[in-house]
């Protein structure tokens, strides 16, 4: 699902034993065009398949699907973010409806109990993209995101203001309202006959949303301002517990490897004296690893699992309350 240039599909299709891969089928369903040369066991679709029996993945999809920005106004109202075409922004209408029961529900825009929010220095340093193909990050350069280990959810009752009154909102406070993410998932994962959807991306979690938002723009790989020109690609990180439906589990990437065997040990130094060839790929392997499950870098990303019709497959994490 957002299949990119098709990687993910043909490394899996090359990867499963013959006899397995004899009765899979690989979809990619992707918005962009087919690449040519690309296996041509894979379909290459617009609209996931309905009725699939197996795994629907979707690495770095939903940070795509588009989205409203809400503001917070010097008179504490959440209004809609406009934008013109050369980035230019303005704050339009209040936020109503289901946007609104959204923002309350899952990213309510007021200030944490601690006191009021200073917006961060803006940075002229490019940083690496996270979405470069091909280009490992070092994990400083990642822009860190909460593993869900704990229920993060503010109480229910919501936060006070100082004298118990209305809830305090600072004037610039943001929120990126995730009513499309939610939908585009839970039509993905109504796509699949019985299997498992699994998506993989930057999140963060009720309780500690980046108060200033997330959206940037990405041009060759390095950080931009998120101007909607089409010069470069647009994304902004994942509310990951609001797309989960009933029976999901959310677990960091590095959870979600580790229950499959993934943990980047080194091998043993025996290895290198009795078969240096093995030790070396085995070695290579291991840093591959453990840049995939790096804290502060690639294994914080978030993986929300959503088992349809089967048994909940990994072990680990937490069950999210829908
Ligand atoms: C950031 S890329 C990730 C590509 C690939 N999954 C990867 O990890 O390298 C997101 C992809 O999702 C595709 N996409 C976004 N919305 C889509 C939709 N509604 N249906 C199909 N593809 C979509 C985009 O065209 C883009 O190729």
Redesign the pocket.
Known sequence: ?????G??VTGVLEALPAEVASRARGYA????ARPAGLDHRIEWL??PPPGVTGLLF????L???PLDVAEVDAKGTVRLVLVRQDGTESLGEPVTGAEAEWLARWWPLTDPPEGRLLRPEASDDPLPSP?A?GSPLPAEDVLPVLPPTEDLRPPAEGLQGPAGGLPVATEGLRAEVGLPRDA?WAAAVASLGQGLAVAVDYAHFAGARPPFGTLTGFREGRETAPVPDGSC?I?AHVALDACALPGARLLSQREALGALGVSGERPSLGLASTDPTAYVRALAGAGEAAELTARGGLGDFGWLLQPVGIPDPLPGGEQPST
């Not at 369903?29 to 962009?32: C, G, L, N, S, Y």
């Open positions: 699902m957002g299949a990119g240039r990687e993910l369903v992707e918005r962009a617009p609209e979707a690495n770095e999809w940070d795509n699907v979405e193909p585009a690609d994304t």
